[in-house]
């Protein structure tokens, strides 16, 4: 038996029991995916700008004190933004695997980049507690007053012009909120899953839980994965979109230029004269 979002089988004793997502759902993720990006490319392209400057003026005094090169991501930071990357794109690969008929030992592939992935968010969340600032990634009412003022703007309505951002601007604190909401569905069921097949790490236990919870398990698995598609894709396209390129080269080389800094960012709401300052002091030590 089957419906739009889940399948159901029928287990040894006769009862109706949900066995996985409906795997049609992931060519819905797909299209959605395409859709979001055609439609934003001819929404920039085409959508009447609005009248004005884009963004508040940042003051001047903070402005003066930004150094040439502004340090965006540590080495720590990107290594684990590209080893989760390739970790997230080798478990979908695999995941689409049954799906479209490929016939390989995917499931191997699949439980160890989960492992890695499982592995690098850990590590993520003791160096982010430590070691950055863990707050500013997060959603906060700023947040929604400028995301609302932006929408206002866009849609022809009067509104202040936004103050720029901060380190991470509101969209990008979305697509990690969205991210981590997926995580906690895909990591904890897929760690519970290994105990279904057969790893050195684990002695296969099928029967740890009853037919009901491997089967809520495996659709919540499943669903919060063909999400993660979806975002995936959105992920990409804004990392190689021109006007985001900066972005990505941060990501890549760790820092951003005075200029790309100034563009984008309020010095006020992400302080960086301190770097300069704190790199004198220490060539003078």
Known sequence: ?????????????????????????????????????????????????????????????????????????????????????????????TAAAPVLGLQFNWVEIHWIAGLVLTVSIVYHIIHASFWLDFWSIWLNREDAGEATARFKRAMGRSAPAPRKAGKYPWDNKMYHTAIVLSALATVPTGLFMMNRVETPLFTRNPYLFGDTTWGLMYVLHGLSGIGLVGLTMAHIYFAIRPEKLWITKGMVFGDISRQEFLQHHDPERWAVGAQARGAAEQHHL
């Open 1 to 93: 038996m089957t419906n739009f979002l889940v399948q159901w089988g029928v287990n040894p004793w006769g009862e109706d029991t949900l066995v996985h997502a409906q795997w049609g759902l992931v060519y819905l993720a797909l299209a959605f995916g395409l859709c979001f990006m055609v439609g934003h490319t001819l929404f920039v392209r085409y959508w009447p700008k609005p009248a004005g400057p884009g963004t508040a003026p940042v003051n001047e005094a903070e402005a003066a004190r930004v150094p040439a090169r502004v340090k965006r991501h540590s080495l720590a930071a990107r290594m684990f933004h590209w080893i989760m990357a390739a970790s997230m794109l080798t478990l979908l690969g």
